[in-house]
């Protein structure tokens, strides 16, 4: 069936694989501009979902939606040292415009915590202005140099979260808050197992004191960063004069978070659970829950068809996403690849001898049999239905992650694991001894995991004691 669909195996060559998928299944096609992907209709509203829930939850939280501008002054990127040093190399810049020079060139938005902490230095005075929580639906650039759809594209969507307290210890408690949404995010609707952790201060977000991340494992053993909380301390603050007088009437500067999720967990929905045949889409998240399949010839085509509309109106009023696929100019076996391909949970299938002996056909994306349910019983079990595919999905995952992870404490079977998954290992936390470790083996730190337990171990690599007390997860990563 791959083959038939052009879908390269997994096996084969995973990068072939992905973007075969991403094509055929229509949820993306390139721009013209390198970098740039366009975003078809069904890629667009399995964003749509992911981003009505997300913004649910973040509103849930107490933050309210605002907007900022696309374009921000090279100088306020030049405020905040490492901020600028980091994103320099990814930097857009505007130099003209209406015909003429620019006075001062301008930055297209990379993230936008230089320009919210110049509004926020004008807005925020007196303790009773705090906290501050706002969130950003927005399009970023970030000029790639090895772009792929949805992992790493020279634009792309996402939200950026910005927030402003009054002590240390409500922004830390803010960034992980706002991790722990993800978290939430990635297993109940995407279905993907993630780490929660903390990234060493190499791999850390440019400008932070700290940051905070949900890493996944992809079906080729690779990481993908899903999303990311920073505590920064007062670096912005400090650098955009945000000060505000606090009760006992001392002049302060804040403390501040950052937090996004992007377009790149479309990416890993995809290659958490996608397989041979195509996508395979967590059905809390899905564009299409459920597809009907009328199988018909020209005698039997007005029977079958008034039967499969009808139990489409019962199903979507049961308050499922469900599709009606009564398309004549193609074959019932070219609509099941199609659908398979497109990683719709569940499909059902009705032609005249089941009409006539008032049953349908079901099917899961994940296997198994075929099972024949009455028309009347079939749209108030599919709810229930698609809450075990998600279960099954989200254990299948975890299964697989499991299994690609292993405790190592020597380099040549460190090696050896990052070819194949993760490696459990102790690291001296040293940023030299960690970028020898990726020339040679092309693998990073991807998280100190929290809920690792605390040991005592040396590091992997070069045998000096372990900076963390506890192991830290390496892998090659997206």
Known sequence: MAKEQGVTPQSQDFSEWYIDVIQKAELVDYGPVRGTMVMRPYGYALWENLQRELDRMIKETGHENAYFPLFIPMSFLQKEAEHVEGFAPELAVVTHAGGEELEEPLAVRPTSETVIGYMWSKWISSWRDLPVLMNQWANVVRWEKRPRPFLRTTEFLWQEGHTAHAT???????????????????????????????????????????????????????????????????????????????????????????????TRMIGAIIMAHGDD?????????????????????????????????????????????????????????????????????????????????????????????????????????????????????????????????????????????????????????????????????????RLIPFDFPEEEGVCVRCGRPSAYGKRVLFAKAY
């Open 168 to 262: 240390r210890e409500e922004a830390e408690e803010e960034t992980r808050r706002m991790l722990g949404v993800y978290a939430q995010l990635a297993r109940d609707y995407a279905a993907i197992p993630v780490w929660e952790g903390m990234k060493t201060e190499k791999e850390k977000f440019a400008g932070a004191v700290y940051t905070t991340t949900i890493e996944a494992m992809m079906r080729d053993g690779k990481a993908l960063q899903a999303g990311t909380s920073h505590f920064l301390g007062q670096n912005f603050a400090r650098a955009f004069e945000i000060t505000f007088q606090d009760q006992d009437l001392e002049e302060k500067y804040v403390w501040t978070t950052s937090w996004g999720l992007s």
């Open 277 to 445: 045949q195509g996508l395979i889409l967590p059905p809390r998240l899905a564009p299409i829950q459920v597809v009907v399949v009328p199988i018909y010839r020209k005698n039997t085509r007005e029977v079958v068809l008034e039967a499969a509309r009808e139990l489409v109106r019962e199903i979507r009023a049961a308050g499922v996403r469900v599709h009606l696929d009564d398309r004549d100019q193609y074959s019932p076996g070219y609509k099941f690849n199609e659908w398979e391909l497109k990683g719709v949970p569940l499909r059902i299938e009705i032609g005249p001898r089941d009409v006539e002996a008032g049953h349908a056909v079901l099917k899961s994306r994940l296997g198994g049999e075929k099972e024949f349910i009455g028309l009347r019983d079939l749209p108030g079990l599919l709810p229930e239905r698609l809450e075990g595919f998600h279960r099954a999905l989200y254990e299948r995952a975890l299964a697989f992650r499991e299994a690609g992870v292993r405790r190592v404490d020597d380099y040549d079977a460190f090696k050896a694991q990052v070819e194949r998954g993760f490696a459990a290992a102790f690291h001296c936390g040293e940023a030299v001894c960690e970028k020898a470790i990726q020339e040679e083996t092309k693998a990073t730190t």
